[in-house]
């Protein structure tokens, strides 16, 4: 296959993919998304075992790929789905962190444009901490930066699960006329090597036989 096939096309495709999981990532431990964290790793890793199986025509760690694709699909609408509040969703539970803490989106108190208010404790000498107020002046709201990000990761899967399907085709045609000439086949080793024993056979029998002795 070229390197403007499928094939190239799909290892671009892992290797995008690959660095748009790992960006994500990043962010979601900085918010401390314990769910989107475990989603992630489990998504890299099965990228890479995708990008392993094109590199080396391994079919089946691509159909294993594609298949997480839809996994993967349908996983980010539930995320854009949780931070539209989308079927009695809310963005503000704590679904995404296993109810373990009250931690947003980093993009939350990080966003573009957005300003941190914070006051100084009450009631409490010696200390500096501070409680947080509100934040101001973003120019986005968060949440439709996560349902950027996840509408960014369903469109690169989508294409990586029809162009996983073509390669997985292709792999397996050429397999298939690879095996129809000969080429895991044993048998025409076994044939070239029976037309000398049948000569040897007919030889013999030629000796041992009448017309043989009469001949002599």
């Not at 499928?6 to 962010?27: S, Y």
């Not at 573009?112 to 934040?135: F, N, Q, T, W």
């Not at 101001?136 to 950027?148: D, F, S, T």
């Not at 006329?177 to 013999?204: A, R």
Request: glycine residues 8%; proline residues 3%; aromatic residues 16%.
């Amino acid at each position: 296959m070229g390197c403007c096939t499928g094939r190239c096309t799909l290892i671009f495709l892992c290797t995008l993919q690959l660095l748009a999981a790992l960006e994500r990532q990043v962010f979601d431990f900085l918010g401390y998304q314990w769910a989107p964290i475990l989603a992630n790793f489990l998504h890299i890793i099965i990228v890479i075992l995708g990008l392993f199986g094109t590199i080396q025509y391994r079919p089946r760690y691509i159909v294993v790929y594609a298949i997480w694709t839809a996994v993967w699909v349908t996983w980010n609408i539930f995320i854009i789905c949780f931070y539209l509040e989308v079927g009695g969703l809310s963005k503000d539970s704590e679904l995404l962190t296993f109810n373990i803490s009250r931690h947003q989106s980093w993009w939350s108190e990080n966003g573009p444009g957005c300003v941190r208010k914070e006051a100084s404790m009450s009631g409490i000498k010696g200390l500096d901490s501070h409680s947080y107020i509100s934040v101001i002046g973003c120019a986005l709201e968060y949440r439709y930066i996560e349902v950027m990000h996840s509408s960014f990761q369903i469109l690169i899967a989508l294409v990586g699960f029809v162009y996983a399907c073509y390669v997985v085709s292709v792999f397996t045609e050429e397999e298939d006329s690879f095996d129809f000439i000969g080429g895991f086949d044993p048998f025409p080793l076994y044939h070239v090597n029976e037309k000398p024993t049948n000569l040897l056979f007919k030889q013999t029998y030629l000796l041992i036989s009448p017309s043989g002795f009469s001949g002599m």
